[in-house]
């Protein structure tokens, strides 16, 4: 790691300290999307991917040749795949050890780290996966004085037995159940009859619920950083989910929207404080660095409720640290790497934080294939710069390597996925679209911009036909799909 060093005072002194570390840090995921632009504040940072997203034209991404790679399932086997890579060992070998960076990983990728000799700058796997139950978020939020929406926890194998949790929780007849762990927009179930209940059973059996009575509510996503100093909040973000031209699955996020305007007067507020408390918390677990909170706004109330955690670098974690470098001088993440670096820091903490209340007008999309199919890409669209003439066509403007080269809200920064020589298949994520301006109204409709980008960028693809058989086997990119 660094060398050990007299205490960094305020914000000037922590960027010389990090535009001049050497120590690598290895940012191991699928895409650059999730930290995309961190580079440029950091120095010994390398983005190392599965995707070729930049066509090899971005000098801190490095791509090992793609050698044996299995059926991925989950974004670990991608981690584990790319850190067992003997291309990636002998970068590690020729240099000194560092640390690495992943969205998700598991008990074997920190095996694998410790045997390659590079420190993971994450809390540990066995933390992270019994905080992301949402049964422990409900109890730490209960400790740190944040209020969930009105639940009961137990178990249920029948409607009969759901009903009668239920009404011994005074939750009514319209539900919202949850299952402990997984994506929120797969492991969600809106019961409110015994026909729900039929639909969904066999996800719901033999598993610990929370059982929540459905509100009218806007959800929403802040991401924060929990640190010695105390939690840092970036912006508030509503979600923006389930609208079937992007995203096949019902309830599934897919973007969100980050606006001054989108909430009540005085609600940004209350959920800045609500993820504070809750970051708080969260480091008294041992839980340090970046989260991502969920939460529910009672529309009837406006009472701000907390949802779903994510312990991880997240979806939001692009947006979030847009937001805090251009209007507040600096990305949220920074704070992170010190809390997993060998160097003391001192910030005023009211002060940084104060620069990143006050923002303009952004949003992301993120594109999945929605048709149930399975083709070969014979041409993608390039990730950068496009720009959207009056009639909704788009065409390619200039290379880029991150969101902050974008003009007007014409232009929007296209992050890609999959390319040419690559399967689409349905639910698969293609890429995501990042832009200023909003693509989704007060009342919580697409845009019709929204729905111009997201018809425009697709028409970008070609593809054919694959023909299937009992003797084809899924490519190694396939399967998972889920990669923001």
């Known amino acids: 790691m660094a060398t050990k060093r007299a205490k960094l005072n305020g914000l000037t002194e922590i960027y010389r300290y990090l535009r001049r570390n050497q120590t690598p840090i290895y940012v191991v995921m699928p895409t650059p999307f999730n930290l995309m632009g961190l580079d440029q504040w950091v120095g010994g940072l390398e983005f190392v991917n599965y995707f ?8 801190r991404v490095f791509i090992p040749a793609k050698i044996n790679a299995p059926v991925f399932q989950s974004m670990e086997d991608v981690a584990n795949y790319l850190v067992d890579h003997p291309q990636f060992r002998a970068r590690v070998k020729q240099r000194e050890p560092g640390m690495a960076i992943f969205v998700m990983f598991d008990e074997k990728t920190e ?93 719901i059996i033999g598993q ?43 309830g599934g996020w897919c973007g969100n929207d980050i606006s001054p305007a989108l909430l009540p007067e005085g609600v940004p507020d209350q959920v ?8 708080d918390r969260l480091y008294q677990e041992g839980y340090r660095g970046v989260f991502c909170v969920d939460f529910l706004l009672d529309t009837d109330t406006n009472t701000v409720y907390l949802g779903e955690l994510n312990p991880r670098v997240s979806g939001a974690t692009p947006p979030t640290n847009l937001i805090t470098s ?43 294939q929605t048709e149930d199919k399975v083709e070969l890409i014979t ?87 694959i023909q299937t058989s009992t003797e084809l086997s899924m490519p190694a990119d396939m399967s998972a799909g889920k990669w923001f």
Not at 112 to 129: F, T, Y
Not at 222 to 249: N, Q, S
């Open 379 to 465: 041409k993608a669209p390039r990730s950068g710069i496009w720009r959207m003439a009056e009639d909704g066509s788009i065409a390619f403007q200039r290379p880029a390597r991150n969101i902050n080269a974008l003009g007007g809200e014409n232009e929007a920064f296209y992050l890609r996925v999959y390319g040419a020589g690559e399967y689409c298949y349905h639910g698969a994520d293609l890429g995501c679209v990042l832009a200023r301006g909003r693509m989704q109204s007060d009342d919580r409709q697409l845009l019709e911009r929204a729905k111009r980008w997201n018809a425009a960028i697709k028409a970008e693809f070609e593809t054919v036909p």
């Open 326 to 368: 251009t209007y507040g001088g600096c990305p949220l993440f920074l704070f992170h790497l010190l809390e997993f670096m060998d160097v003391d820091y001192e910030i005023d903490i009211a002060e940084v934080q104060s620069r990143w209340n006050h923002y303009d007008y952004w949003s992301q999309l993120i594109l999945k």
């Open 111 to 203: 095996e694998l780290c410790e045997d390659v000799g590079v420190k993971i700058a994450l809390p540990s796997h066995e933390l992270r996966s019994r905080l992301d139950s949402k049964i422990e978020t409900t109890r730490l939020g209960n400790e740190a004085g944040v209020d969930s929406a009105p639940n009961i926890m137990g178990e249920a194998d029948s409607y009969k037995k759901l009903r009668a949790l239920a009404r011994k929780g005074r939750l009514g007849t319209d539900l919202v159940v949850q299952t402990p762990y997984g994506d929120s927009g797969r492991t969600t179930f809106f019961i409110k009859s015994e026909a729900d209940w039929d639909k969904f059973s066999a996800k």
């Open 52 to 59: 070729d997203v930049f066509e090899e034209q971005h000098p």
């Open 272 to 279: 800045r404080e609500m993820a504070r408390k809750f970051g």
């Open 208 to 250: 610990k619920l929370k059982v929540m009575k459905r509100l009218n509510h806007l959800p929403g996503t802040i991401e924060g950083c929990a640190t010695r100093h105390g939690t840092l909040v970036g912006p508030v973000m509503t979600d923006i989910t389930g609208f079937e031209e992007i995203t096949p699955y019902k």
